[in-house]
C-alpha cells in the first residue's frame, strides 16, 4: 500500500479535508456571483450594459456603490482562501510523505480546515477582530507546522 494510495487511511482523511476546503472556495465564488447580481454591483462596465441599456449605467452604479461593501467583503474573504488554501494543499499532501504520527496529522488537517471556515464566517458576518486574524493565524501555524516537519524529515537524511 503506498502512501497516495486510497486504502490508506491518512490520504482518505487529507482528501476529505481537501475536497471539504475546495468546495468552500467554490461556494464563495458562486456567493460571489449570486450577490453580484442579485445587488446588481457587476466588475465591469460591459457587465451592466448586459442587463440594463448604456444610458442607465451611472444611475444603476451609483445605486450599487451601497452594496459594492457586501461584494467586496466576500471577493476579500475569497482571495483570503486562495493565498492560504493551495500551499495547505500541497504541503499537506507532501506532509503525508514523511509518514506522520495519524492523529497528530488529523489534527494539522481538522485544525486548518476548521480555521477556515470560522474565517469565512468571521470575515462575512463580520464577527470583530482579533477573531478574524486568530483563525488566519491558526491556518497558518498549521501549514508552516507540517512544513518544518517535511524540512526536519529531508534534513535527517
Known amino acids: 500500500?503506498?502512501?497516495?494510495?486510497?486504502?490508506?487511511?491518512?490520504?482518505?482523511?487529507?482528501?476529505?479535508?481537501?475536497?471539504?476546503?475546495?468546495?468552500?472556495?467554490?461556494?464563495?465564488?458562486?456567493?460571489?456571483?449570486?450577490?453580484?447580481?442579485?445587488?446588481?454591483?457587476?466588475?465591469?462596465?460591459?457587465?451592466?450594459?448586459?442587463?440594463?441599456?448604456e444610458e442607465k449605467f451611472k444611475e444603476r452604479q451609483a445605486r450599487a456603490d451601497a452594496s459594492k461593501e457586501k461584494v467586496e467583503r466576500i471577493r476579500r474573504c475569497h482571495l483570503n482562501d486562495l493565498e492560504?488554501?493551495?500551499?495547505?494543499?500541497?504541503?499537506?499532501?507532501?506532509?503525508?510523505?514523511?509518514?506522520?504520527?495519524?492523529?497528530?496529522?488529523?489534527?494539522h488537517y481538522r485544525v486548518f480546515v476548521a480555521s477556515r471556515f470560522f474565517h469565512m464566517v468571521a470575515y462575512l458576518t463580520p464577527l470583530p477582530q482579533p477573531s478574524r486574524a486568530l483563525s488566519f493565524v491558526v491556518g497558518t501555524g498549521v501549514t508552516i507546522s507540517m512544513g518544518v516537519q517535511i524540512l526536519q524529515s529531508v534534513a535527517q537524511f
Do not use: C
Open 84 to 107: 492560504n488554501i493551495p500551499v495547505f494543499l500541497i504541503i499537506g499532501l507532501l506532509y503525508l510523505a514523511i509518514n506522520p504520527p495519524a492523529h497528530i496529522a488529523i489534527w
Open 1 to 53: 500500500m503506498g502512501v497516495y494510495s486510497i486504502e490508506n487511511e491518512l490520504f482518505r482523511v487529507y482528501l476529505t479535508y481537501a475536497v471539504l476546503v475546495g468546495l468552500k472556495m467554490f461556494l464563495l465564488a458562486f456567493y460571489t456571483s449570486f450577490v453580484r447580481i442579485s445587488q446588481k454591483v457587476f466588475a465591469n462596465r460591459e457587465d451592466y450594459g448586459y442587463t440594463y441599456p
